[in-house]
């Protein structure tokens, strides 16, 4: 019985050990800011990234902290 309860122990120990170590591992991403449209000619950015029901196409780039 008393092993029964330190197995129990560790594999709470190890869970949580588990769950802290991924919010190490995480990365943070920044804005998306909006990129140029490649299927038109020219460099026209677009003022925002945006979709809707007729219109669901939009390109962005985004960076990420390391």
Same mark, same amino acid.
């Given at each position: 019985?008393?092993?029964?309860?330190?197995? #129990? +122990?560790?594999?709470?120990?190890?869970?949580?050990?588990?769950? *802290? $170590?991924? /919010?190490?591992?995480?990365?943070?991403? &920044?804005?998306?800011?909006?990129?140029?449209?490649? #299927? +038109?000619?020219?460099?026209?950015?677009?003022?925002?990234?945006? *979709? $809707?029901? /007729?219109?669901?196409?939009?390109?962005? &780039?985004?960076?990420?902290?390391?």
């Amino acid at each position: 019985m008393d092993t029964n309860k330190t197995k #129990n +122990l560790l594999l709470l120990v190890l869970t949580v050990m588990m769950l *802290g $170590s991924t /919010s190490i591992l995480a990365q943070t991403l &920044n804005q998306p800011t909006p990129a140029d449209n490649p #299927n +038109l000619a020219g460099n026209s950015v677009w003022t925002a990234a945006c *979709g $809707s029901a /007729s219109f669901n196409e939009y390109y962005i &780039n985004f960076t990420w902290l390391p």
